[in-house]
């Protein structure tokens, strides 16, 4: 049973540019949530997903945004990048319970 | 109100020893604490959690204390292995809400000593 999946792996952007993260759930898991780690740090809560809706948003400016389609997979993405905005971007997913994370993405914006 | 403060940054035991974790939290409204672990280039992993509602909760070497008076809570782990090592987050949330917005602390850094 394939956990949460993330694409790419790594990106590297200039700083201006839009990105598009991708995400897989867990198989059952229908609510998505994405964070953001800087290094050496906690993740972040940015947004979560449920039903293909926004529910619930943390503390990123609107140039955050996200979607989520009805097979629960989800995407983030970010417009005019910042060199700030370089991080690992984790998607995790859940049932009503725990939160399954993935590997993450990692964005460097040069 | 939102922030859960974790100590110490970094940890360093000797194989075989008691290594211990500390969180803080202020909102009483938090249900769910979870503790994670997470290895260098991975995404954390879900290791053990706890609901207010019990003071202790212990899995293999891995046990949750929970004090909810002091809004308090901590991660032992017994008989540390070289393994373990890693970075360890706690975190709390707000489950009864119907959301599972995840409040992380700082994290951290074990590393145990062959």
């Known amino acids: 049973d394939a956990g949460v999946t993330q694409s790419p792996t790594h990106l590297i952007k200039t700083r201006g540019q839009q990105v598009t993260l991708r995400c897989s759930p867990k198989s059952g898991h229908d609510t998505v949530s994405w964070y953001q780690q800087a290094l050496g740090q906690g993740p972040q809560f940015i947004f979560q997903?449920?039903?293909?809706?926004?529910?619930q948003r943390g503390n990123f400016p609107d140039r955050f945004s996200g979607h989520q389609f009805p097979n629960y997979s989800s995407e983030l993405n970010v417009n005019a990048l910042l060199l700030g905005d370089s991080a690992l971007y984790l998607c995790?997913?859940?049932?009503?319970?725990?939160?399954?994370f993935g590997s993450g993405t990692r964005l460097t914006v040069v | 109100q939102q922030q859960v403060k974790q100590s110490p940054q970094s940890l360093i035991v000797q194989k075989g020893g008691i290594s211990i974790i500390n969180c803080a939290y202020e909102n009483t409204a938090f249900d769910y604490f979870p503790w994670y672990q997470q290895f260098p280039g991975k995404g954390p992993a879900l290791l053990i959690a706890?609901?207010?509602?019990?003071s202790e909760k212990k899995e293999g070497r891995f046990t949750i204390s929970f004090n909810k008076s002091a809004k308090q809570f901590s991660l032992h782990i017994m008989d540390s292995q070289p393994g373990d090592s890693a970075t360890y987050f706690c975190a709390a949330s707000r489950q009864a809400s119907g959301t599972y917005k995840y409040i992380f602390g700082t994290g951290t850094r074990l590393k145990v000593l062959a």
């Open positions: 995790a997913s859940t049932l009503r319970g725990g939160y399954t």
């Open positions: 706890i609901r207010p509602d019990v």
């Open positions: 997903y449920y039903e293909e809706e926004e529910r």
